[in-house]
């Protein structure tokens, strides 16, 4: 059975900083392509970053220069560290699995979510 469970979020002040974790279980990040994505209150879920071959790494505009994907293979762990946070960064962030190395748009596997919330 394949399990993504997110931890890490919480709530923090503007320009604050929280690093989100991912710990996949029954299926392994390694060679496949990985992505964060978040839904606010009353708007779609949005991308925000994905990696793939672990080195190629993609991001919405919002959050470019602010937040960093990264993996640990060893650990089969997917991460987000988010920095320089804005109000408008709250949401619950959500992390994914793609089935190919490449990201396919496919995303069969999700984690349950995690909360982040920034006040001004």
């Known amino acids: 059975q394949v399990q993504l469970v997110e931890s890490g979020g919480g709530s923090v002040q503007s320009g604050g900083s929280l690093r989100l974790s991912c710990v996949l279980s029954g299926y392994t990040l390694y060679g496949k392509c990985m992505g964060w994505f978040r839904q606010a209150p009353g708007k779609e879920r949005e991308r925000v970053a994905t990696?793939?071959?672990?080195?190629?790494?993609n991001y919405a505009p919002s959050v470019k220069g602010r937040f960093t994907i990264s993996q640990d293979n060893a650990m089969n762990t997917l991460y987000l560290q988010m920095n320089s946070l804005r109000p408008e960064d709250t949401a619950v962030y959500y992390c994914?699995?793609?089935?190919?190395?490449?990201?396919?748009?496919?995303?069969?596997?999700w984690g349950q979510g995690t909360q982040v919330t920034v006040s001004s």
């Open positions: 990696i793939e071959g672990r080195v190629l790494r």
């Open positions: 994914a699995a793609d089935s190919y190395a490449y990201c396919s748009g496919s995303w069969p596997h």
